[in-house]
């Protein structure tokens, strides 16, 4: 069965700081992943996206920014932290279907909760 | 992209039916109808999806109307368990993105 890992589950960063979060999928080859933030009380909110190895959309230009080094890792990072880049932070795969019409299902990780101060 | 609207929030009693319900009147040919549920300090999880015909599944039932520009989703017997926002997505075959709106957050009394 499939499973998706993120680290760390909450995390404490001063502004100006670096920012680096992973995420894993095991058991699936060559899923889409997907980065979202969800800032308190909202919606989420698409930040990136990456349908193989080295290849991202970005969805909202920002101080972030996102890698897919492996078929299934997939890491969120910044350079320098603002107090606006806190939120929930998930990271979510899908394998796309391809029949008459293409369409996926979404498997979500259990979030980093991330706060700047 | 297209957009859905859902009520910010409903409350249903233990036990009862829950209607749910989504107007996506911008809607494409090709576009499925997502739901998924968010518990609070969880990632949203899967409920079920269509395209054209209602669709049952262990967790509810979506029922998508005739011209497709709105949809219900149904949960027979709501449980406390069952508190969560509720999130209609549109699904475009044409891009690998999800558009999350700000959901309906069901409250269930027991």
């Known amino acids: 069965s499939q499973t998706i890992h993120q680290w760390p589950a909450t995390l404490v960063q001063p502004v100006g700081s670096p920012l680096s979060l992973e995420c894993t999928v095991e058991g699936t080859s060559n899923p889409n992943l997907y980065w979202y933030r969800q800032a308190a009380g909202r919606g989420l909110q698409l930040l990136f996206y990456s349908v193989g190895i080295g290849q991202i959309s970005s969805e909202v230009p920002q101080n972030l920014s996102a890698s897919r080094p492996q078929d299934r890792q997939f890491i969120l990072s910044s350079k320098k932290l603002l107090l606006s880049d806190s939120g929930f932070y998930l990271c979510?795969?899908?394998?796309?279907?391809?029949?008459?019409?293409?369409?996926?299902?979404?498997?979500f990780g259990p979030g980093t909760r991330l706060t700047v101060l | 992209d297209a957009k859905t609207t859902q009520p910010n929030s409903m409350e249903s009693n233990e036990e009862e039916p829950v209607h749910l319900p989504c107007n996506h009147s911008?809607?494409?040919?090709?576009?499925?109808i997502h739901w998924y549920r968010q518990l609070p300090s969880q990632g949203p999880e899967y409920v079920i999806h269509g395209l054209t015909s209602n669709v049952n599944n262990r967790m509810a039932s979506l029922a998508i109307a005739e011209d497709r520009k709105s949809s219900t989703l149904i949960l027979h017997r709501a449980t406390l368990r069952d508190a969560a926002v509720y999130y209609c997505i549109l699904r475009g075959s044409g891009t690998y993105k999800y558009i999350f709106g700000t959901g309906t957050r069901l409250k269930v009394l027991a």
């Open positions: 979510a795969w899908s394998v796309t279907y391809r029949t008459t019409v293409i369409t996926d299902t979404q498997y």
């Open positions: 911008t809607i494409s040919g090709t576009d499925y």
